[in-house]
């Protein structure tokens, strides 16, 4: 099955920072790939969708990019509400649908 | 509003069976496909089955296929998930979740909030 590696596993950033986390496919995917946002104890929440497409009411301060294989999630200016785990998921080559394994940005 | 409601979890022994509805409203269930996502305690999230929007077509994950039977009720807008042989890895809290399409699962634009399952002796 296709594998997505999610880089880094953990970060600690400051509000204000800008964050960029990785995600590479195992084969290529074009742009079939979308970002989540879980924070403890609720669901995951979609933020971006076909790589770069922002989720309607999602803040404009996240963007995605990248097609193929290597893909990014940037937060362009880090809040408070933002600390959170997030996942990439690929949807090109399924069943099965598969996740990335996960970044945690915590508090510096 | 868009929601998805999910029920039926519980503490299971090994081997027993249990079943997941989730109630959908807000949307016109029967055109879009929906999906079955798990997260077992502290870790990440896992597929687990899909279901086109007519019910038609299923896939499962392989970690349940034979085990797992996903199904849907259009004209009672519920999403189920049958699941028998029940082992420990299949703790988590299993979440339903929507397509932005009918016939491909894609990616999910709305989850609820989750029910959880224990698998223990």
């Known amino acids: 099955a296709m594998q997505l590696t999610q880089s880094p596993s953990s970060l600690s950033a400051s509000v204000g920072d800008r964050v960029t986390i990785s995600c590479r496919a195992s084969q290529g995917i074009s742009s079939a790939l979308a970002w989540y946002q879980q924070k403890p104890g609720k669901a995951p929440k979609l933020l971006i969708y076909?790589?770069?497409s922002l989720e309607s009411g999602v803040p404009s301060r996240f963007s995605g990019s990248g097609s193929g294989t290597d893909f990014t999630l940037t937060i362009s200016s880090l809040q408070p509400e933002d600390f959170a785990t997030y996942y990439c998921?690929?949807?090109?080559?399924?069943?099965?649908?598969?996740f990335g394994g996960g970044t945690k940005v915590e508090i510096k | 509003e868009v929601q998805l409601l999910e029920s039926g979890g519980g503490l299971i022994q090994p081997g027993g069976s249990l079943r997941l509805s989730c109630a959908a409203s807000g949307f016109t269930f029967k055109k879009y496909a929906m999906s079955w996502v798990r997260q077992a305690p502290g870790k990440g999230l896992e597929w687990v089955s899909g279901?086109?929007?007519?019910?038609?077509?299923?896939d499962y994950a392989d970690s349940v296929k034979g085990r797992f039977i996903i199904s849907r009720d259009n004209s009672n807008n519920t999403l189920y998930l049958q699941m028998k042989s029940l082992r420990a890895d299949d703790t988590a809290v299993y979440y339903c979740?929507?397509?932005?399409?009918?016939?491909?699962?894609?990616?999910?634009?709305?989850w609820g909030k989750g029910t959880t399952v224990g698998v223990s002796s």
């Open positions: 279901i086109s929007g007519s019910g038609g077509g299923t």
């Open positions: 979740a929507k397509s932005p399409a009918y016939n491909y699962y894609y990616f999910m634009d709305v």
């Open positions: 076909d790589a770069s």
């Open positions: 998921q690929q949807f090109k080559n399924y069943p099965p649908l598969t």
